[in-house]
């Protein structure tokens, strides 16, 4: 039982001590340049054959409405 309690104190502790800040600072002395350096081409051709093959299944069937008009010809 003693167990329990301590792992329970434990556990309602542990967000409290994990929310603490950490204050950091960093200067910057001069601008990011970016640069590749021994970049080259891989001469790989990768295999493009595609074996499956796929057949979507279409439903092509209509459902009929009828729709009814709200107006009427105008009399001739």
């Not at 601008?31 to 054959?49: F, I, N, Q, R």
């Amino acid at each position: 039982m003693k167990h329990m309690l301590f792992v329970a104190a434990l556990m309602a502790a542990l967000p409290w001590g994990a929310s603490a800040q950490v204050e950091k600072r960093v200067e910057v002395t001069k601008a990011y340049v970016p640069s590749v350096e021994g970049a080259s081409k891989l001469a790989v051709v990768p295999d493009m054959t595609d074996t499956v093959k796929m057949r979507p299944e279409i439903d092509y069937t209509i459902t009929p409405l009828s729709l009814v008009g709200m107006s009427s010809p105008p009399p001739a």
